[in-house]
């Protein structure tokens, strides 16, 4: 294939590719791969940096195709979402998919149509985040007790301490499960009967200023209904496991995860006191994933971050600079480069 047309900037590539001009900007998540095709003549791979579209195009998981900007299961045509989802997680510099392809086939496998269509609308109206395996992250607001803030005699809790007037605690590391039957799947009902997760403004308006915001994971096949009322904010589920609590003092007017890949904006120091954190969680695969999310997009704009940078990307979340060096040696095989004259925290993070 000849050679194009093009120039490398350190703001952007320009580059005429059949006929059409092209700009990939530095931010693209195409930005690097394309400048290495380039520089190393590899031009047959350069229709597919140019277009993130093209790169979905091809994408095959599973049972789970796209085939002209459509996303199938099977011969199943999915909820336009679906594709947005994907253009969402690649946009925004997650080169492995396979958080959202997991959501999918694990929604497919939900019972009720109803609620398959109504997490689709939960999720687009409530951008929440999902775990490696395709599970959802989401919030919840209960009594400083760790009691649920309502209770219901009636409900048959499989899963999950219950007191007397029918309220759940929701200890850290507790998976809470209710029989499905006893979820109201009417979404029109929109003060009823289930597990109600949410936004993080609805977990803590329901939590009020003495009472708790939870983070909590439950699974797509799991979900029930999404009540009309509240701006879509919450949702009603059978089952999820409590991961960590939000310490009031790291209570922010933002949710703590904005987007399935982490939001990179801004900093907060977190400092390294104890909370009421889960030991045997603290290496769930969100944190994992936004560690290497944001590690991975500094390396590859030449500008490695240090430990305590990291730490203070991860907003909401209690973790120690040697926990995140833990992970970045053990779990990604990052190297630490250790300062010995200074403080750990900056020492600096590198992909090789």
């Given amino acids: 294939m000849n050679k194009p047309p093009y120039i490398v900037t350190d703001s952007s590539i320009s580059i005429i590719w059949e006929g059409m001009p092209y700009t990939v900007g530095k931010d693209s998540i195409n930005y690097a791969p394309l400048k290495q095709a380039l520089l190393k003549s590899q031009y047959d791979s350069i229709a597919s940096l140019l277009s993130v579209k093209k790169r979905i195009e091809d994408f095959t998981y599973g049972n789970i195709t796209v085939k002209n900007g459509e996303v199938f299961y099977g011969n199943a045509r999915l909820n336009g979402v679906v594709v947005q989802k994907l253009l969402h997680l690649l946009e ?6 396979s958080s959202i392809l997991n959501f999918i086939t694990k929604l497919m496998k939900n019972p009720s149509n109803n609620s398959v269509e109504q997490l689709y609308t939960f999720l687009s109206y409530r951008e929440l985040p999902l775990t490696a395996e395709g599970n959802v992250i989401a919030y919840k607001g209960v009594q400083n007790d760790f009691y649920s803030q309502r209770g219901n005699k009636s409900t048959i809790v499989l899963s999950g301490v219950v007191n007397q ?40 308006s329901w939590a009020g200023s003495d009472g708790r915001v939870l983070l909590v994971e439950f699974d797509p096949v799991d979900a029930v209904s999404v009540p ?51 030991d ?36 909401g979340i209690h973790i120690t600079c040697q926990e995140i060096a833990a992970i970045c040696e053990d779990e990604l095989g990052f190297v630490i480069h250790w300062t010995g004259d200074v403080s750990p925290s900056n020492s600096l993070v590198t992909i090789d």
Wanted: aromatic share 6%; with cysteine; glycine share 4%.
């Fill in 92 to 97: 925004d510099g997650l080169q492995d998919a």
């Fill in 280 to 315: 045997s969680y603290k290496y769930d695969q969100t944190t994992i994933l936004a560690i290497k999310n944001y590690v991975e997009t500094r390396c590859e704009n030449s500008s490695s971050p240090t430990l305590k940078q990291i730490q203070s990307r991860l907003k």
């Fill in 228 to 278: 009309t009322d509240c701006e879509f904010q919450k949702l009603r589920t059978s089952k999820y496991k409590v991961i960590r609590e939000i310490p009031q003092e790291n209570r922010t007017s933002e949710a703590p995860f904005q987007n399935s890949v982490y939001d990179t904006s801004g900093e907060v120091d977190i400092d390294d006191t104890n909370h009421n954190v889960d």
């Fill in 165 to 204: 007037s029918g309220q759940i605690l929701n200890a850290i590391g507790d998976v809470i499960e209710v029989q499905r039957n006893c979820v109201d799947d009417n979404s029109s009902n929109h003060c009823s009967n289930g597990l109600h997760v949410g936004s993080y403004d609805y977990a803590k």
